[in-house]
């Protein structure tokens, strides 16, 4: 049986929950079709949902569809997991948080509305988490709806991609083989794509096939459930049991762990392969089908289930083979502080509100130092009513909230070294960080400048993570540190007295030490907008938008009103619908979307740090000075006196020189840089790597006005039977792209028995077999005069960053935590298969699937072991 998920998702108001009730009606899942407005739609549960006609919480429902079923084209048996997501922008964390799990996403468009900004956000989510989606047009039978000019619309803001299906698949094939360089080529050549091919071009994310219909009457269900039978992949799982936990509930004080099972088979009595979870027993197996359940004995890869009786389980959590969710892309600016009547214990209350805060971990719960206080944050007021009548609905008790406060953040203006030791009685460690300000919206960045005969390779990745996880606050008013690189510049260990807190703890030191010594600045969150309103009342929002320092620009203007766009401070936006809908009379509304972090103006960044009242020196949690041994015990020397005391060089001249200096020079000094922090090579730089990793991301710029994949083809006539010079100009076109060979290394060692026969000598062995594949991929390089880069996965290591290095002209990457080999050849492919002649060896079924769709090539370990060896015999003869 084939098994897939599939996400429901739309705007507000879109007709998300009534499609979702047609499916279910078309398949014969439910009798009659429920509706939002009277509370008995077969997924709002809930009865919140009920009561305000919103969905709030993802649900799943299962059909299974036999092979001989009309309404199935597959030609094999089907169990199809709906999971319907909130449309409010309050709730698009818990829409994010399902993606995780989603094979196939339905992204349903309001035609009255179009392509709303929030349509654009939740395409970029889809995107940004690789799931690919079809389109339901939904509302067609509302009057002054044009199919045509709706098709328009969505390929003008969705991309080349969004093409009307059609029964007639003949009447659209050459658009949808013009999606790809490989598909057009197969197109002009035969006249003809397969399914097989068109389901390559869906599940790669390039074809959007998109239908019309309405949702209230029915139409439009069955053919969509066509399309999505008609084109399943083939998805490869895992063989060990691997999972993703993408939502927590509670039932009774129970703990209900919904997760899909992405390898392997898992029962009732098992414990699940994560040490955090101990020997935790799954009690039961639940399969959801709206409000109700069945148990299971036992489920497999591909199921959409429910554990009960782990209690360890958390929001995002992978579980085997899968990572853990890191960060999201709906993040609150906004925090509230919680009020609680008088004779509600806060003692009592905190585990309540805790549970609330596992199901939400965006909520980020914090209960002050002394634990005395409660913090929340949201996205928004409807959130915040939201849970306040949860609260209160679930464990009795009314709680109000004060003001609310913006979530700061900040960020630095110059370069500084910072300088951390720590060196209590038997302890050691001392570190020096290179620290960089970074374009705004570019977070924190990780990399290192040293050898590993300076320092270890295992400190280097202590100093990483630490970074990553546990970086100290700013220095204005202890908020988020965010847009920084730090690079690593020297370190060192004691043989016997170092241990990875004593680095932990130096780490932290130096960047406080940095922090005091450098500028910083205070960075406020910004929303876009677009407000519709009548014209006559544009001029007073611009000169709104005006006054609260934020941009706008006149998208529309006609006889129906007025559309305004830009981007402004959160602080100013978020409660600007109730001044909008008093000067327009009701007629105005207005949509906010998170924008990013930008600074605040300096009178304005006076006030906040005057209002915080943070001093950096009396911070017992982020202290700035260093710790040094002196008579057997432990001295503290303050931030602006210790560098003098450290015992590893100091290196400013290197890394801190000035930048008034001739351009030329200033580029090779950034040149230098980059290939010091691991750059793969002077060559991937020159090709336009949009993004290699998430670490390296400023040395690896690619060029941002890319045209899209299929608008080369535009130029030629529509005939099925293209003539030769057609053929001629399209390859011409393409032009001579440099070869590379991307290799899953660990893969490779473990299909080549004269690799795996190292590895019965454990980690050495590994090692061994690591660089005798070196040594004959570096032979090949030269043989078949292609780039090679060996790829081994370093996902499960929490906090591991990617690391790149060049052996013997070889290009080696380890991945970053949350990403296998296989995830960064396929995302490497996706970028980079237009400029390159791309080869892959892998046996991941779905990066198969998407590097066909890219037009790559792919081998297989036995056909590369056989290239190597004809390679050599072709020399040698």
Known sequence: ??????????????????????????????????????????????????????????????????????????????????????????????????????????????????????????????????????????????????????????????????????????????????????????????????????????????????????????????????????YLPDISYREELSAKIFKIAYENGHKLSFAKITGGEVSVRDTLPDERLGDEKITQIRMYNGGRYETLQSAGAGDVVTFVGVEGTFTGMGIGMESDDTDMINRPVLRYKMILQDDVPLRTFIPKIKELASEDPLLNLDTGKNGDEINISVMGDFQLEILALTIEERFGIKVTFDNGEIIYKETITEPVIGYGHFEPLRHYAEVQLLMEPLPQGSGIEVGSAISVNELGINWQKTVMSALIKNLPTGVLTGAELTDIR???????????????????????????????????????????????????????????????????????????????????????????????????????RISISFHGYKPCDASETDHIVEKSG??????????????????????????????????????????????????????????????????????????????????LRKATHSNAGVQSKSSKWNYYHRNTSASSDTRKRVSANAGIRPKYLLVD???????????????????????????????????????????????????????????????????????????????????????????????VATSDGMVQLIIRGEGSRLMSARDLLEDVKTAKNTIRA
């Not at 083989?177 to 080529?185: K, Q």
């Not at 000035?658 to 030329?664: F, G, H, M, R």
């Not at 028995?753 to 061994?768: A, T, V």
């Not at 004959?776 to 929490?798: G, H, N, P, Q, W």
């Open 614 to 695: 943070y001093d950096p020196e009396k911070d017992p949690d982020n202290v700035s000075g260093s710790i040094f041994v002196e008579h057997g015990a432990g001295r503290y020397v303050p931030w602006d006196e210790c560098e003098e005391m450290m015992h590893v060089p100091k290196r400013e001249a290197e890394f801190l020189k000035s930048d008034v200096q001739p351009e030329e020079e200033r580029l090779a000094r950034e040149a230098k840089k980059a290939r010091r922090i691991g750059s793969l090579s002077e060559k991937l730089e020159a090709i336009g790597t949009d993004e290699i990793d998430e670490i």
């Open 486 to 588: 730090f690079t690593i510049t020297g370190g060192r260990a004691h043989i016997k007295h170092t241990d990875s807190q004593d680095f932990r703890e130096a780490v932290r030191r130096a960047v406080r030490q940095g922090l005091m010594k450098t500028g910083s600045v205070l960075l406020e969150p910004y929303y876009e907008f677009s407000i519709f309103l009548p014209a006559e009342n544009l001029g007073k929002a611009i000169n709104d938008i005006s006054l609260m320092n934020g941009s706008s620009s006149i998208e529309r203007q006609d006889e129906t009103g007025a559309l305004l766009k830009g981007a402004a401070p959160a602080k100013e936006l978020v409660n600007y619908q109730s001044e909008l809908t008093k000067y327009t009379s009701g007629q105005g």
């Open 1 to 230: 049986m084939k098994k897939l998920s599939i996400g429901i998702l739309a705007h507000v108001d879109a007709g998300k929950t009534t499609l979702t009730e047609s499916i279910l009606y078309t398949l014969g899942e439910i009798r009659k079709q429920g509706r939002v407005d009277n509370g008995d739609a077969f997924l709002d549960t809930e009865s919140l949902e009920k009561k305000r006609g919103v969905t709030i919480y993802s649900k799943q429902a299962v059909v299974s569809l036999s092979k001989d079923s009309p309404r199935n084209l597959s030609g094999e048996d089907v169990r199809l997991t709906f999971i319907d997501t909130p449309g409010h922008t309050d709730f698009a964390g818990e829409t994010e948080r399902a993606m995780s799990v989603m094979d196939l996403a339905v992204l349903i468009i309001s035609a009255p509305d179009g392509v709303t900004d929030s349509v654009k956000k939740l395409a970029y989510m889809l995107s940004h988490y690789r799931v690919p989606y079809v389109i339901y047009v939904n509302k067609m039978d509302m009057p002054e709806t044009s199919k045509n000019e709706t098709a328009k619309h969505l390929k003008k803001e969705l991309g080349s991609g969004a093409i009307e299906y059609m029964e007639q698949i003949q009447d659209i094939l050459e658009d949808i083989a013009s999606l790809s360089e490989s598909t057009i080529e197969k197109y002009l050549d035969e006249g003809f794509i397969t399914d097989k091919d068109i389901t390559s071009l869906i599940y790669s994310g390039k074809f959007h096939p998109v239908l019309f219909g309405s949702a209230i009457k029915n139409e439009g269900a069955e053919e969509l459930i066509k399309v999505i039978t008609k």
């Open 745 to 839: 290394g660990y893969n490779i060692i473990h299909a080549w028995d004269e690799l795996k026969m190292y590895l019965s000598d454990g980690s050495i062995g590994m090692d061994s077999a690591k660089y005798k594949l070196l040594d004959i991929m570096s032979e090949y390089r030269v043989l078949r005069d292609t780039e090679i880069i060996v790829v081994f996965d370093a996902y499960k290591a929490k906090g591991h960053v990617t690391e790149k290095m060049d052996y013997l002209g070889v290009h080696i990457v380890y991945t970053k935590e949350a990403e296998t080999a296989d995830q960064f050849i396929a995302r490497f492919t996706i970028q980079n298969a237009k400029d390159l002649d791309i080869t």
